[in-house]
Structure formats: structure tokens, C-alpha cells
């Protein structure tokens, strides 16, 4: 998501990014928004255009009221990023706390039906005009937003207020899967409307609500699976290292033999140094494998330790960018354990 969007501003501190689909899907808005709303007028165009820079920032002010409520009940807000069909909040984990969490889906759609009566009190005083249609126009576009967002079609905010009803009587995961599919069921039945009616934009908020939910119900189950567990549960004990004082063209014969991406290095009393991976190791020249010691190419990575916790290895594995990385007890390097493998051993848990 970081890259493929810009950022374009900060609201209480939480970062606001416009992903680059908008930019493409904004002309088009501009030209359904002006022809259907203001095709008699003069500025068709103009219209259009104010009235799909004034739906997004009524997205922003929906995505924000979710963040603001999450970041006063101490959920951490990374961003905001806009896309064509809606906003989207980047956040840290919500608490396992139904309350909490139905007062944060809330907020954005009674913020969007909030700013949509206060819009329609806005044309009152310009009867008949351009100006009042538009303040109409819009008005009535939040007011929409907000309902639709109201539909039971998890992860949208209704779908999120069925999940904490359900979360009252069953367990957390199970309330999820139980919410996605109401949501799954919701987006075939848009999905086919869509498609009857020739509007591509419904079908496309189909697609994104049924694989969302689909997304959210994994990493719910794999959460659930590994809440327990540790690294030492997960991790494979059989390990590869190689020496500090080995010469690199050595390394690469036991890289041709054992064919791994990543060796924890060692020292003579075999205490844990670093990593070299195998990306480093091919990126010394040919020539220079003769000279150099596994020692100069290691890189100081920091181990993870048996008794981590599943989900906090998860994270340091998925900030790592290798997948994997060696296990460390006492400083000596006692097993290795990969993303893979955690996700492996939850799903089994927890089927
Ligand atoms: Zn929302």
C-alpha cells in the first residue's frame, strides 16, 4: 500500500495518502458526477468536479472519525489511504473488546449521515439553484454513503457492528466467520445486482468486500491459532550454520548441498554471530570467494529467542523481509523458523 500511494496531508497527527487508482478513476467521477447531477449546466465539469472532491472528503472525514475514536481507546492509526471505492484505515490491533470496537465501526457512518443533514440544511437557502443542488446532491451522497455502510456486509462498519453482536455470544474467531459469511452473502447478492444493472462500480465493492472478508477471517483464525504458542512450539530444530572463519567459496559448497536461503553464522565455540543469506553470498564476484571469510559478508542480525511469543515473531519476521530468521538460546543458535511454518502449525491448531 506505501508505494503504490502518495501522501497528501496529516489530520491528529495520522498520515492521509491518496492511492494512485484515484488519480486515474478521478477524471471519470468528474464526468458521471457532472453529467448526472448538472447536465443542463454551463459548468457540467466544474460541478463534477467539486462534487467528487467533496465525496472524498467526506470519505476522509468517515475514515478519520473511525481513527479518532480507535486512537482515543489507545489503537495505533498508521494512515488513512483513499481509494476510488472508499477509505481505508490503516491500524495496529484493536482490542478483543466488542464495546470498543462497535463504538469505532459506528463512527464513520453516523459521522457521513451527520455531515450529510448538515449539507441538505446547506441548500436550503439557495432555492432553485445550482448551488443548492449541489449542497443536495452532496448531502445526499453522504447520507447514502453512510447507510450503505450500515449493509451486515463484513468488513464494512455493518458488517463490523454484526461481528461484536455475535463476539457477545461466541468466541472472537468464531464471531468472525460467522459475521464473513453474512458479508459473503451480501456481496453475491450486490455482486448479481450489479451486474443485472450494469453498474461496474457495485460489483467492484462486491469483489473487494468478499475478498476482504475473506483476508480478515484468515488472519482472525491464524491469530487465534498461534495465541499460544511460542517459537520454541513452531520452530525447526535441525540447523545448518556455517563458521565465521570459513572462507566463502567453502560456504558455497555447503549452500550447493543443504540448499537454504539463510545460514546463521557461528564462531569456534559455535556462539551465534549473524546471518549470511544466500543473496549475499552470490553477490560476491567469483574472484574474491577465495579471499573473503564467511565473517566479512555476515550481516549482525538479531535472533529471535525460544520463549517469543508466536504473534510478536510474526511481526519481527515480516519486518525482516527474509521470512525467516535462527532462533537463539544462551547465544547459541538452537533452531530457525520461518513465517511459513508459524501459519502452518496455526491453521492446523485451529481447524
Ligand atoms: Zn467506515
Redesign the pocket.
Known sequence: MAYSSIRIGSIFGIPIRLHITFLIALPLFVWVFGTTFFPASELTLLWGFLLSIGLFTGVTL??L??SYVAKKNGVPIESITLLPI??V?QMGDVPEDPNIEMRM?L???LT?ILIGAVLLLFALPFSDSEIANFFAVLGSINIFLGIF?LLPAFP??GGRVLKTKLAKRYRYDIATRKAVSVGHAVAMIMFLFGAFTLNIFLMLIAIFIYVGGSEEERQTSIYYGIKNLKVKDVMRSEVDCLKEYEKVSDSIEELLRTKHIMYPVVDRDGYYLGIVTLDQISKVPKEEREALLVKDIMATTEPLSPEMSAKEAIQKLSRGGLNRLPVVDNEKVSGIITIGDIIRVAQILNT
Do not use: K
Request: hydrophobic share 25%; no cysteine.
Open positions: 468517515h475514515e472519525a473511525h472508499g477509505g484505515s465501526a463512527a464513520g457512518p457521513s455502510n464494512m462498519d
